[in-house]
């Protein structure tokens, strides 16, 4: 497995410039190819390369695509799964060949004295240096700073740890390789270590026997901060810290918190997830703690190794002379080393935390003796202060700036909590448990039969009092005993972790004021939300944030805010926490709901008339992003999508979910997590400081052109998803949807509910299986039919697309990743796909319209651009996505052939494990798959 088909001119620099690539994969390959061939078999390895070479055969057009399924139709399934393993493996290696070459090509450049490119910090400076933006606006984007990276949970990223970490043994050992100067006997030890990983990774199985629990996702969230997160989150944000006060030292003051504080729905997301419950909740935050004390422990540990200053060489401080004093008996023989005694108090101190906290979780804690826990991460960090003050004092400044200088940033970035926690469920829950409180209470028998003005009221009232629904004899149903158990252990870790491990709540599908107060109702009950007496006005440390998913909810979603801030007391609640309020946008259930442009300019505008009702309503808006991996569920490149906001939108602040295969390809390793955030961090900045939207006087005009395009594809996208008789038949028969939910792959169902319904379904599972089967429809269908209604072949109106292309951020991203969705996809192999449809009409009526907006699509798309090369503005992603592109034609072949006996009836493990792979193989691949 060692050839790669190239589309670039071999005399091309980019070609010489990817040289090192190839070789990379050349090895991979080979390593790989070697190892099939001594674990499987002859036999495996021969059908491995002639599915291979024939794939590229067929992506050369020397044989028709017909012959290579006719060739996989025969091939038994015990032969079919070590072929599915092998182009599995070989995907996941390529993709670890392509992380280190964009490595490698960012440190050619840098080395080469060039200008720092967009989305890194260098370059965000250079620009705001340049710009001069105003002193009032840095102080206001700088009063509250926040990026926060929330990861999620994620059917499709079923990566076992023992495969995740020998990932990263290969990546270490291949980016030795690339850096490193070897002799040809010292190269070939490393390859023969290679090999042994390599080995050790085909032994392993990458697939689960048994369903991924909710306790399993925790555990995978938590491990990308053991390798990288722990580490790179407090490097940025001492640098971002650093540059920020040299540059505005007035708008950033001393007590402002980090820029870059990460969150987490996994354990907290309980949407449609009825695996999750209170003991969840308490697990998730607790191994969370029990993750960053086992750090600050270790990191203790090898503190004490450094800081072995003698005190007959050199001054410390009185107040690191108390706390030696205070390690006692146990730390006498270091009498004569006061850092390492101070260092065994605090380390005595955080082993009784963590016995507080997290009891029985944490690796390293040692028998406290006594010593009492820090109450918050405040009085550790004073204690680390200690320390620093005394280095700076006398002459050992350069040590306080190492790794104590870690630690400390550390504890401001993670405190005691690690990540910050959100609660999220759907209000139809909500008001499903508000309903049986007050009944059970005798307050209001029929709560979900009132109108809204009358709910409200209610709500109001029971906001207004101390007095509790839920007494001790009260007997609830399993849901509503759920909810309650749920947000009385929230109250409990705010009480021991802090405020920061469970400050927000989400509510999915918000369409009212009253959804907003039955939320807190529901904290209330829990002692999390206190209604406040006489002067004294209510306090909640959980904000309340809605969740606007549907095109029509985003289109009311600024009138509901305004409506829910005219009540006094949500607004004095508001007002106690300086008028701050957090609106998440769904970017999944508005893609499915209208299609991609209608989502897109839905989210758009969205955002303008929030951003307006923020500031007739004088509050400090925080746009929280849901986006998945997919564009078809708000993906795409993080730094564009950001500069596309509309103005106003960012001020400072930005929450976005991190989803799936985009978690492994961010932040599974040290380096590509800084990049990754420093992007993150970098777009924030601009978009905040800067005038990125770019259309002056003419943005009315342009808003009301996009509302007449966004129509359109809407109702192109509606016409066939929502109303062609047999689209759903068609849907369920044509991908693996009804597979996912059979497989393995995730602790939460497929659908919100047990129905067929498109609308019940779950964007992730919606948008994978249109991915798995290339067809990709969710990123792009009913775009073609949009522009060419309203422009045609006219060459004025094509001008004017084609001039807010090259001056409008927002529309060149929704362009730009449009044609990376066009890219990825297949008809070709969507057709093998479409064959498993019985019904013949159905298939041809919708297969023929995919076909024919695809076609639209892609006509539209270079009539805009000026060009029919799609990848055009993306060299890495061009070569990345045609050069794999043959490795990824035996795996959907196989996955057709799979999902045909699976539905003939065999349905036996080995055809399920079949399916299985192939998906993960895929996912994989397309990186980006839901």
């Not at 960090?381 to 050992?396: F, N, P, T």
Request: proline content about 5%; some cysteine.
């Amino acid at each position: 497995m060692t050839d790669a088909v190239s589309l670039f001119d071999p005399n091309d620099p980019e070609r010489v410039a990817t040289e090192p690539l190839r070789e990379d994969i050349r090895l991979l390959g080979r390593v790989l190819g070697e190892i099939i061939c001594e674990q499987s078999g002859q036999h495996v390895f021969d059908l491995v390369e002639h599915a291979r070479t024939e794939s590229f055969r067929v992506r050369r057009s020397e044989i028709d695509r017909a012959e290579l399924a006719d060739f996989f139709a025969d091939v038994g399934v015990d032969e079919a799964i070590p072929v599915v393993r092998a182009f599995c493996q070989f995907l996941l290696l390529a993709n670890l060949a392509e992380d280190i070459h964009t490595e490698r090509r960012r440190r050619v450049h840098v080395q080469s004295g060039e200008a720092a490119p967009d989305s890194t910090l260098a370059a965000t400076w250079r620009k705001l240096d340049e710009s001069r933006p105003d002193p009032d606006r840095v102080a206001a984007a700088l009063a509250d700073a926040l990026v926060a990276p929330v990861i999620t949970a994620h059917p499709t990223e079923t990566r076992r740890r023992s495969v995740f970490e020998a990932q990263g043994r290969i990546t270490e050992l291949m980016r030795y390789l690339d850096r490193t100067a070897l002799d040809e006997t010292e190269r070939d030890e490393v390859v023969e270590e290679l090999r042994r990983h390599v080995t050790a990774l085909w032994q392993t199985a990458i697939t689960r026997l048994s369903r991924v629990r909710i306790q399993d996702e925790i555990e995978m969230g938590l491990r990308y901060y053991q390798a990288s997160l722990l580490e790179m989150i407090p490097k940025l944000n001492l640098e971002v810290d650093r540059q920020l006060r040299e540059r505005w030292p007035e708008a950033r003051p001393a007590s402002a918190p980090p820029v870059v504080r990460p969150g987490s729905w996994i354990g907290g997301d309980r949407d449609g997830n009825p695996n999750v419950d209170a003991s969840v909740v308490e697990r998730a935050s607790r191994r969370a703690s029990a993750v960053v004390l086992e750090h600050y422990l270790a990191e203790l540990a090898l503190l004490q190794n450094e800081l072995s200053m003698s005190r007959r060489l050199v001054e410390v401080d009185d107040a690191v002379r108390q706390l030696a004093a205070q390690a006692g008996p146990s730390a006498e023989w270091r009498a004569d080393e006061p850092y390492r005694q101070a260092l065994s108090w605090l380390r005595a101190r955080l082993s009784s935390t963590a016995a507080a906290v997290a009891p029985g979780l944490v690796e390293g804690a040692s028998d406290p003796e006594g010593a009492p826990a820090y109450p918050k991460p405040e009085a550790f960090l004073a204690d680390l202060d200690v320390i620093d003050s005394s280095l700076r004092a006398h002459h050992g400044a350069a040590l306080a700036e190492g790794r104590l200088a870690a630690v400390r940033a550390a504890v401001s970035s993670f405190g005691f909590h690690l990540q910050s926690l959100d609660l999220r469920q759907n209000s139809e829950v909500h008001e499903q448990v508000v309903a049986e409180l007050l009944a059970w209470a005798g307050a209001c028998r029929e709560y979900t039969s009132l109108a809204e003005d009358e709910k409200v009221r209610l709500l109001t009232a029971e906001l207004s009092t101390r007095r509790p629904l839920v007494g001790p004899r009260a007997a609830f149903s399993e849901v509503t005993a759920r909810e309650l158990g749920i947000n009385a252990v929230a109250a409990k870790i705010i009480a021991e972790l802090g405020p920061a491990a469970i400050p927000n709540y989400i509510i999915s599908m918000c369409t009212s004021v009253s959804d907003m107060l039955e939320v807190l109702l529901l904290l209330k009950e829990a002692g999390v939300y206190d209604p406040g007496a006489g002067a004294e006005p209510p306090s909640c440390p959980i904000n309340v944030i809605p969740l606007f998913e549907t095109i029509e909810d985003l289109r009311q979603s600024a009138a509901t805010l305004v409506a829910t801030l005219s009540v006094p007391l949500y607004r004095d609640l508001v007002a106690g926490k300086g008028m701050a309020q957090e609106v998440m946008l769904g970017y999944s259930d508005s893609n499915k709901d209208g299609g991609y442009l209608a989502a897109n300019w839905a989210l758009y505008r969205a955002e303008l008339d929030l951003v307006e009702a923020a500031k007739q309503t004088g509050v400090r808006l925080r746009l929280f992003h849901g986006r998945g991996g997919t564009v078809g569920r708000g993906g795409g490149p993080s730094y564009s999508a950001i500069l596309a906001q509309p103005p106003g939108a960012v001020a400072g602040s930005l929450r976005l979910t991190e989803q799936g295969e985009i978690i492994a390809a961010k932040y599974a390793e040290p380096r590509r997590a800084y990049r990754n955030l420093e992007i993150l961090v970098a777009a924030t900045l601009e978009a905040s400081l800067l005038d990125t939207e770019g259309l002056g006087e003419q943005a009315e005009e342009v808003y009301a052109l996009f509302d007449d395009l966004a129509e359109r594809a809407r109702v192109a996208y509606s016409a066939l998803v929502h109303e062609t008789p047999g689209f759903v038949e068609y849907f369920l028969a044509s991908t693996p949807v009804s597979e996912i939910g059979a497989l393995n792959i995730g602790s939460r169902p497929a659908s919100r509910k047990p129905t067929a319904s498109i609308r019940d379904l779950r964007a992730i599972p919606w948008v994978l299986a249109w991915s798995q089967s290339r067809v990709m429809l969710p990123g792009w269908y009913g775009v073609g039919t949009a522009f060419e209604q309203w422009a045609g072949d006219d060459p004025a109106k094509l001008a004017v697309l084609r001039d807010l292309n090259e001056r409008w951020p927002f529309f060149r991203a929704v362009l730009s990743n449009l044609a990376q969705v066009l890219a990825k996809s297949d008809l070709g192999l969507a057709s093998r796909y479409a064959e498993l449809v019985p019904d013949a009409r159905v298939r041809e009526q919708v297969f023929g319209a995919i076909c024919a907006e695809h076609a639209r699509t892609l006509k539209m798309h270079a009539a805009i651009t000026g060009t029919d090369d799609l990848l055009a503005d993306n060299a890495a992603l061009k070569r990345s996505v045609y050069n794999r592109f043959p490795y990824l034609e035996p795996l959907n072949h196989l996955q057709v052939e799979f999902l045909r006996r699976y539905r003939a009836g065999d349905q036996s493990d080995r055809v399920r494990l079949g399916i299985h792979l192939t998906m993960n193989g895929l996912a994989t691949a397309l990186r980006n798959s839901g």
